[in-house]
């Protein structure tokens, strides 16, 4: 199994530009969510999803928008960056119904907004 | 809300010896799960155990250890034996239990770094 995979890697982006951070899982989950980590603050809840169709905003979800069309799939989007968004941006996931399971995580994107 | 405090931002220990990162809580909540999450430089984020609040022993996985008060609301992470590969950030976590819970509340951070 792939686990969780999160493209593109890196990503370098000008003020106002819009872009998708993809996210993937082959696990079968139905929790997929979206954090941004930033230095010295720990990691932060944008958006989380429990299922296809079902999304609900997380702590700082103020300048993105999700989606869950599949099971499978939870994209982050930015529509119009700002420097305040340059951050790496983890996807993780778990089955949802087996309480508190532990969440498996991507290997990050890290996005700079110049 | 709830919050995390780890209140050691570095740590260092050398090869082989023992090392305790320290993290609090705060919550009104009786049940609830808190984890060590490890992220080397490769960035990738690692569970490296978890605790339920309704239990009273400690867990345990190799050569890492937790202590867990949940009266003080304190649950430190012990690690024995250290090794190089353990140098990373640590991260303290809390999640409320049962269904409706979503979203897991970290610390800011321990980084460790092991000196061979």
């Known amino acids: 199994n792939a686990g969780v995979t999160q493209t593109p890697k890196f990503q370098v982006l000008k003020t106002g530009q819009s872009m998708t951070l993809q996210c993937a899982q082959d696990m079968n989950h139905e929790y997929m969510s979206w954090y941004r980590q930033d230095p010295g603050m720990g990691l932060r809840l944008i958006h989380y999803?429990?299922?296809?169709?079902?999304?609900d905003q997380g702590e700082v979800p103020n300048g993105y928008n999700v989606s869950r069309s599949t099971t499978e799939d939870f994209p982050l989007r930015l529509l119009s960056a700002a420097p305040s968004q340059t951050s790496v941006y983890f996807c993780a996931s778990r089955l949802e119904g087996t309480f508190n399971s532990p969440l498996h995580f991507g290997n990050g994107t890290r996005l700079t907004v110049t | 809300a709830q919050t995390v405090t780890q209140s050691q931002p570095e740590m260092s220990v050398q090869e082989a010896e023992t090392v305790t990162l320290s993290c609090t809580y705060d919550t009104s909540e009786s049940d609830y799960y808190l984890f060590w999450y490890k992220q080397p430089p490769s960035r990738q984020m690692i569970l490296v155990i978890r605790?339920?609040?309704?239990?009273?022993q400690n867990a345990t996985e190799n050569r890492f250890s937790v202590n867990f008060q949940k009266a003080a609301k304190s649950f430190s992470l012990k690690i024995s034996d250290s090794q190089l590969g353990d140098a990373a950030m640590y991260f303290c976590?809390?999640?409320?239990?049962?269904?409706?819970?979503?979203?897991?509340?970290f610390g800011k951070g321990t980084k460790l770094s092991v000196i061979p």
């Open positions: 976590a809390y999640e409320l239990s049962g269904a409706g819970s979503y979203q897991l509340t």
């Open positions: 999803s429990v299922g296809a169709g079902i999304t």
């Open positions: 605790q339920e609040a309704y239990k009273q």
